[in-house]
């Protein structure tokens, strides 16, 4: 008896390199992400490998849809192919997509800070940023009216503590928080000088550097403390600045209003046996 011959379902080629360009396009970006990290190659270079992969994850996504639209309409195979092409190219644009949502609601600013009329100044700091780096100088007015309109809650701290008290909080969550300390210099009352704290904080996925400084002021009742936080690259910091000054002040104030522990009172010594026998034979 003769067998039937089974004709197969040819694969659509559209799937089948949607489903290549997203695997391609996901290995890009994990070596992308690597590269930035590392600081192997210089930040634009860098940044323009993630962005051509990203580039890659939306192509392939395209074709997966066209391949879709094909098999529908053909009969073909590469259903598989284009789900999976689909799935994995959407892994690398998920993030920055969210990130492109927070940009359109937030505002398009770089450096914040406690003080726009009188900002901390960054001045170790100035040194080590790349010249291609965005300028180390306080952008102006229009941007403290954004900052202002967006996050009314960024303001200076103003503690009841020493001058000295607040440095040291400052510099103990900045540490806490493994900043790289460019330079840190406490507070003097003869003659009279601000504490300050320059350091470097780092984005938990790229690594990107955002400069940072803590100014500590005295004040009649306290210590007045400002803060600033200022991206290197960009025009946009996607919010993370002020998040970064928010944070901050809060930790510095959940230290200074932590009781401070009451020193034991050395306890007192036993009465030496010999002095007692003597006592005893009077």
Same mark, same amino acid.
């Given at each position: 008896?003769?067998?039937?011959?089974?004709?197969?379902?040819?694969?659509?080629?559209?799937?089948?390199?949607?489903?290549?360009?997203?695997?391609?396009?996901?290995?890009?970006?994990?070596?992308?992400?690597?590269?930035?990290?590392?600081?192997?190659?210089?930040?634009?270079?860098?940044?323009?490998?993630?962005?051509?992969?990203?580039?890659?994850?939306?192509?392939?996504?395209?074709?997966?849809?066209?391949?879709?639209?094909?098999? &529908? *309409?053909?009969?073909?195979?590469?259903? %598989? @192919? =284009?789900?999976?092409?689909?799935?994995?190219?959407?892994?690398? #644009? /998920?993030?920055?997509?969210?990130?492109?949502?927070?940009?359109?609601?937030?505002?398009?600013?770089?450096?914040?800070?406690?003080?726009?009329?009188?900002?901390?100044?960054?001045?170790?700091?100035?040194?080590?940023?790349?010249?291609?780096?965005?300028?180390?100088?306080?952008?102006?007015?229009?941007?403290?009216?954004?900052?202002?309109?967006?996050?009314?809650?960024?303001?200076?701290?103003?503690?009841?503590?020493?001058?000295?008290?607040?440095?040291?909080?400052?510099?103990?969550?900045?540490?806490?928080?493994? &900043? *790289?300390?460019?330079?840190?210099?406490? %507070? @003097? =009352?003869?003659?009279?000088?601000?504490?300050?704290?320059?350091? #470097? /904080?780092?984005?938990?996925?790229?690594?990107?550097?955002?400069?940072?400084?803590?100014?500590?002021?005295?004040?009649?009742?306290?210590?007045?403390?400002?803060?600033?936080?200022?991206?290197?690259?960009?025009?946009?910091?996607?919010?993370?600045?002020?998040?970064?000054?928010?944070?901050?002040?809060?930790?510095?104030?959940?230290?200074?209003?932590?009781?401070?522990?009451?020193?034991?009172?050395?306890?007192?010594?036993?009465?030496?046996?010999?002095?007692?026998?003597?006592?005893?034979?009077?």
């Amino acid at each position: 008896m003769a067998r039937r011959r089974i004709a197969e379902q040819p694969t659509s080629r559209l799937a089948v390199w949607a489903q290549r360009l997203a695997l391609f396009s996901l290995v890009a970006t994990l070596v992308s992400v690597v590269i930035v990290r590392s600081g192997a190659l210089d930040i634009v270079p860098a940044l323009s490998t993630l962005a051509v992969a990203l580039v890659i994850a939306v192509v392939a996504i395209l074709l997966a849809l066209a391949a879709g639209v094909v098999i &529908w *309409r053909e009969g073909t195979g590469g259903v %598989p @192919q =284009a789900i999976a092409a689909l799935l994995i190219g959407c892994l690398p #644009i /998920a993030y920055p997509l969210y990130l492109v949502t927070k940009a359109y609601r937030l505002p398009a600013i770089y450096d914040v800070t406690t003080d726009p009329i009188d900002p901390p100044r960054f001045e170790a700091i100035a040194r080590l940023r790349p010249r291609d780096a965005n300028d180390i100088r306080y952008p102006g007015l229009h941007t403290a009216e954004l900052q202002q309109t967006a996050y009314p809650e960024i303001k200076t701290d103003d503690t009841e503590v020493s001058p000295q008290e607040a440095y040291n909080a400052a510099l103990k969550v900045i540490t806490k928080r493994k &900043w *790289r300390v460019v330079d840190a210099r406490p %507070p @003097q =009352a003869t003659p009279q000088r601000d504490g300050l704290i320059e350091a #470097i /904080a780092f984005t938990p996925l790229l690594n990107f550097r955002e400069d940072v400084v803590v100014r500590v002021r005295a004040a009649p009742e306290g210590a007045r403390i400002d803060v600033r936080s200022s991206s290197r690259y960009g025009r946009h910091d996607l919010g993370a600045n002020a998040a970064r000054v928010l944070a901050l002040i809060d930790d510095i104030d959940d230290i200074l209003a932590a009781p401070v522990p009451e020193k034991k009172q050395p306890e007192a010594k036993p009465a030496q046996a010999a002095g007692r026998g003597n006592s005893l034979k009077r």
